[in-house]
């Protein structure tokens, strides 16, 4: 492990520590409300082992085989690992039991599989409904329109707890417009928390990456994913 990328590691972590308190004081909130996960994909385990040791406390993988090669090396003593990504319902048992939610559930398919496989292991698995907020084609993710349903039709399945919305916006340059599709989350997880479906629990708004985590959640994101402003520039060789 090379001293310099450690040390820019720190600095990059207390950096969104403090943007992060910062953003959660500007919308009326304390920072220890707003959770701060790391996107770990293309990152070695080491370094991940490093974030933790800094007070990091949530990492989040978004592909299976990548999750699975670098499982038996995290500091999960000290941390909760996520699963963010796309997520097939054919591998779905590879995961379940080892992760402690699946941020990623756009279908009651995918539900009910995940239910199924956290059964089988005497589990139940937390997790979130993933929003095409930007309605765009081939994205993953239930359209605004049909949330509500997908809520009602999971609301049954005994191995699964539903926690909130999940979201990952266009990208776009405009920060009115990047706003606006936060916002619009904002007001879907409110309509649908006042609908008090049983069993849905509307308490996590994950939304934000590095580019856009601070007015995340300046519009109401209390769960926010960071990979490159903290482990810098992705390199997938
Ligand atoms: C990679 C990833 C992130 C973080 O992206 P950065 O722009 O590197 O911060 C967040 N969410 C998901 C689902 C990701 O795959």
Redesign the pocket.
Same mark, same amino acid.
């Given at each position: 492990m090379q001293e310099k990328t450690l040390k820019s590691v720190k600095e990059n972590y207390e950096e969104i520590v403090a943007r992060i308190a910062e953003a959660a004081i500007k919308s009326g909130r304390r920072p220890e409300d707003i959770t701060f996960l790391a996107?770990t994909?293309t990152v070695d385990a080491e370094i991940i082992n490093y974030a933790i040791s800094l007070g990091l406390k949530y990492i989040?993988e978004?592909k299976v085989q990548e999750l699975l090669s670098k499982y038996e090396q995290y500091d999960l003593k000290n941390s909760r690992l996520h699963f963010?990504?796309h997520l097939q319902t054919n591998k779905v048992r590879q995961i379940v039991g080892k992760v402690s939610m699946i941020? !990623?559930v756009d279908s009651f398919k995918l539900a009910n599989e995940i239910s199924k496989q956290s059964l089988k292991h005497g589990l139940k698995t937390d997790i979130l409904v993933e929003v095409n907020i930007g309605r765009e084609e081939n994205k993953s993710g239930v359209m605004p329109e049909e949330l509500e349903n997908l809520l009602r039709e999971i609301s049954v399945l005994e191995g699964i707890s539903v926690k909130g919305l999940m979201a990952?916006p266009p990208i776009c340059e405009n920060e009115q417009k990047i706003r606006g599709y936060f916002a619009n989350m904002r007001n879907l997880f409110l309509d649908i928390s006042e609908k008090k479906i049983d069993n849905i629990k509307m308490g996590i708004l994950s939304m934000g990456? #590095? #580019?856009d985590y601070y007015e995340a959640i300046l519009e109401g994101a209390n769960l926010v /994913?960071?990979?490159? !402003?903290l482990f810098g520039a /992705?390199n997938y060789n």
């Amino acid at each position: 492990m090379q001293e310099k990328t450690l040390k820019s590691v720190k600095e990059n972590y207390e950096e969104i520590v403090a943007r992060i308190a910062e953003a959660a004081i500007k919308s009326g909130r304390r920072p220890e409300d707003i959770t701060f996960l790391a996107a770990t994909k293309t990152v070695d385990a080491e370094i991940i082992n490093y974030a933790i040791s800094l007070g990091l406390k949530y990492i989040g993988e978004n592909k299976v085989q990548e999750l699975l090669s670098k499982y038996e090396q995290y500091d999960l003593k000290n941390s909760r690992l996520h699963f963010i990504g796309h997520l097939q319902t054919n591998k779905v048992r590879q995961i379940v039991g080892k992760v402690s939610m699946i941020q !990623s559930v756009d279908s009651f398919k995918l539900a009910n599989e995940i239910s199924k496989q956290s059964l089988k292991h005497g589990l139940k698995t937390d997790i979130l409904v993933e929003v095409n907020i930007g309605r765009e084609e081939n994205k993953s993710g239930v359209m605004p329109e049909e949330l509500e349903n997908l809520l009602r039709e999971i609301s049954v399945l005994e191995g699964i707890s539903v926690k909130g919305l999940m979201a990952i916006p266009p990208i776009c340059e405009n920060e009115q417009k990047i706003r606006g599709y936060f916002a619009n989350m904002r007001n879907l997880f409110l309509d649908i928390s006042e609908k008090k479906i049983d069993n849905i629990k509307m308490g996590i708004l994950s939304m934000g990456m #590095s #580019s856009d985590y601070y007015e995340a959640i300046l519009e109401g994101a209390n769960l926010v /994913r960071i990979g490159s !402003s903290l482990f810098g520039a /992705r390199n997938y060789n």
